[in-house]
């Protein structure tokens, strides 16, 4: 192991020294905004006693006197702040009275039958809350005795239970004797049974239907909801009569009415008979599930169960009915639940294994064992001893409903264990003598509606039949008798002093009822009411209502005391508002405002709301006015007026009108024309920028001049950008034209004013040769009209001569027609007329050279005759 030297354990020494003094700090630190918020609370209950220790568990009442100089206003403070400033208060604690303690029983013999044992203490007590205060109150049980058992059987008596029912007959006797052998000896037993409502679709008494559901080997008696046999006794003999005398019966569906049996056997304490002091247990076989709440409706039951008793007595005499099976509903399992812990009863279910599903849940819903029937419930003798010995080993309470403002929590402190278990209230393996403590801790969170209500709180068990009860006040009312009097000198003996305040006689007003009014004294104390607060406190918590005034505590004012002269901003020195000669504190309903000496020239600084600025730092020479007379000073800042378009800067003494300009602008300019000029020739060269910025001209190239005023309707076009920059309530642009002298081009600019940089501004259209210089005539301007002259003109001779020949030609022709018609001869005189001749040679026989073949064949031989024919 290494050893550290001496540095190293002083510097651990250091670190876990600082660390614990770090977290000693928060731990003060926590402690202090903790009271501070508690001061607040009660600082803000003082209209009375009452509302003052309600408002939290810490704030006391002052009942000092107070007369008309004192400096003390507020009575409802913390106990430690009034222990210093005020020599009686009230701070009420909590009360706890055990009005009935009586001790536990001591039994000789545990076995014995004992009614009035006791096993829960203390049996009544009475407790005060404070609000907001939790209280602790223990309940113990101690377990002196076994309880006597009351076990009443109820069996179904459907058709499938016929052997359960024939077995039960032949140990009728044996069940009781095995009770009380291997049981408990101190026992009673009752004895009935059920089917269900005789209404459909769920059993019929219709004789015939009864003889086809049981058949001709069964004799079935008609069915009934729920009848009471046998009441509890300890004779063995009654309950196997009882037993021998039921027939088996019969329904229609497959669920029974067992949760009618087990509510009339629950709530009829009378007639069955259970025992003050035993432990009650309803023994329930079935080999089907219960009908439950709201299946009545099937049947046309409407009527929910009242969880009242309605056994009747029946014509024999010996046994009971249930008379309400076809007018109300089946029980619920929340209604069993609070009947069984209201009568203290437990049930043990004893269902045939394919029921056992829809019934293992139970016991988590109310007091209940669940046990496994074999084919005939043989098994039905260890069914009951182990769920008694379960049951008697077990010890629960019934968690009680709290009345309303008023939560609980609990816990349980169980036998062989030093472990609380929160929010349980149950213990296993309990033996004779054992102690349970059971915890409670209440914790009242408001007043009661009605002054000096008590709530009456009841703790039980379904094991013992002991009841705890707990009556419950509330210190929401003070008890200030000893420091009261009637008609007291402190009120000027127009009043009586009532903890402290006056409560003044009619005509009186004023904390010593020093005040001559008409008004009440709630319409005085209205005046001294804020409207505007949520709070109905008087003065707001900081002063007295006098006579319908407030009169404000020291470092408070306002007509209401709403302001205060301090949690005002402080500046960098910590100084508030910056110290007294800059400004002071007005800070009403917590807005934190810091009113600055205006007149010795401070104003705010809204950067951190203190009276920082002054306005001297708004002037440019000592002596002239601020901002130039033409804007405010703003925290060292100049602002200019906003109607004013002719003063800028940091002072506000530089003039951005054009009337202020060295320029004229207008299209005469020469300024203004020289630099467009030069623009629009050269275009935006540097020696043309430079000489405009030397005549303080901004120049700007457009391909067209925008029309500003229809920008406002169509801002999308890009040259309406320009207008954005440009002031028309200032100035009016206007668009000037100039012809070129060289080359007589119309050049076109606009003149404006800059807002944004205060000065004229000049927009020229860009120079565009074909649209604004004079053009040359085109060669083909000439040339078309000439090409086209002659086209045309050759066009018209050609028609011309065309219309001459065509004459002639038909002169001409008429002449030859003529000439014909004058002719004499015939055909055959005609001297120009000869005859034809023709000859026909062979061409094979033909060696004349004269002839030859115009197409040979492939082998040289002529294919073809050629006919010549020639002219004699």
Known sequence: MQVMDKTSLSIVCYIEMTMLFLLLTVFLVSSQMS???????????????????????????????????????????TAAENTKACANFINPVFIKQETRNMEFSVVDDPTATNVNVIQVKPQEQNVKLRIGETAKVNITFKKVVESPLDIYYTMDLSLSMSDDLEYLKTLAVDLVDHIQSNVTNNIGVGFGTFVDKVVLPYASEDQAVLDKVCGDDQ?????????????????????????????????????????????????????????????????????????????????????????????????????????????????????????????????????????????????????????????????IFPIISNAYDQIKSQFAMTAPIPPEGLEMNHRTLCPRTSTWKENSLECDNI?????????????????????????????????????????????????????????????????????????????????????????????????????????????????????????????????????????????????????????????????????????????????????????????????????????????????????????????????????????????????????????????????????????GIESKTLTSLPDCKNCAVSPSEEDCNHCNSLNEDLFSSIVCERIQENDQCLMSYKIGWDNDRNNFVVLIKTRNVLVDCPQPIEPIIIIMPVVGTILIGGIIAMLVWRHFKTKWDKKKYEEFLNEISKSKWNAVDNPIHQTPAQRFVNPNYIESDDFSLSKESKHGKPDLLTFMQTAD
């Open 431 to 695: 033996a004779l003598g054992d102690e349970i403590t059971f915890q409670f801790d209440l914790l009242a969170t408001a007043c009661p509606n009605i002054l000096g209500h008590v709530d009456k709180v009841e703790f039980i068990s379904s094991f013992v039949q002991d009841v705890v009860s707990i009556n419950i006040d509330y210190h929401c009312d003070c008890d200030c008798a000893v420091f009261d009097s009637g008609n007291s000198s402190s009120c000027n003996n127009h009043g009586d002093l009532m903890c402290g305040v006056c409560q003044c006689s009619d005509g009186k007003g004023g904390s010593h009822c020093q005040c001559d009014t008409s008004a009440s004294n709630s319409e005085l104390l209205q005046s001294c009411t804020d409207q505007s607060s949520s709070s109905e406190a008087l003065c707001n918590n900081h002063g007295l209502c006098e006579c319908g005034a407030c009169e404000c505590e020291k470092g408070f004012f306002g007509n209401l005391c709403q302001c205060k002269s301090s949690d005002c901003p402080t500046d960098e020195k910590g100084l508030e508002c910056g110290g007294e000669l800059q400004g002071h504190c007005e800070n009403c309903y917590g807005d934190r405002r810091c009113i600055c000496n205006e007149t010795g020239g401070w104003t705010l600084n809204k950067a951190n709301s203190v009276c920082s600025c002054h306005d001297d730092k708004c002037k440019a020479h000592p002596g002239e006015e601020v901002c130039n007379g033409n804007g405010d000073c703003i925290c060292d800042t100049c602002e200019c007026y906003e109607d004013s378009f002719y003063w800028t800067g940091r002072y506000c003494n530089q003039c951005v009108h054009p009337d202020c300009s060295n320029l004229n602008g207008t299209c005469s300019n020469m300024q203004l024309l020289s630099c467009a000029d030069c623009v629009y020739k050269n275009g935006r060269v540097d020696s043309c920028l430079e000489y405009c910025e030397q005549l």
């Open 219 to 379: 004799t079935c008696q008609l069915p009934f909801g729920f009848r009471h046999q046998l009441s509890i006794t300890g004779n063995s003999t009654n309950f196997e009569g009882a037993v021998l005398e039921t027939v088996i019966s019969a329904n229609l569906d497959t669920p029974e009415g067992g949760f009618d049996a087990l509510m009339q056997i629950a709530v009829c304490e009378n007639i069955i008979g259970w025992r003050p002091g035993a432990l009650r247990v309803i023994l329930l076989t079935s080999d089907a599930i219960s009908h439950s709440a709201m299946d009545g409706k099937l049947g046309g039951i409407l009527d929910a169960n009242d969880m009242a008793c309605h056994l009747i007595p029946e014509a024999s005499g010996h046994s009971h009915i249930y008379s309400k099976s076809q007018e109300q509903d089946y029980p619920s399992i929340g209604q069993l639940k609070e009947v069984f812990q209201r009568n203290k009863i437990q049930a043990i279910f004893a269902v045939t294994n394919d029921t056992y599903d829809a019934y293992k849940d139970f016991p988590n819903l109310l007091p209940s064992y669940v046990g496994v029937l074999d084919g005939s419930s043989r098994n």
């Open 35 to 77: 009271e501070a918020d508690i001061s607040r609370k009660c600082a803000a209950a003082q209209d009375d006693c009452g509302q003052c220790i309600s408002a939290h568990p810490s704030c006391s009442w002052c009942v000092d006197d107070q007369d008309e100089h004192s400096q003390v206003t507020d009575r409802c403070r």
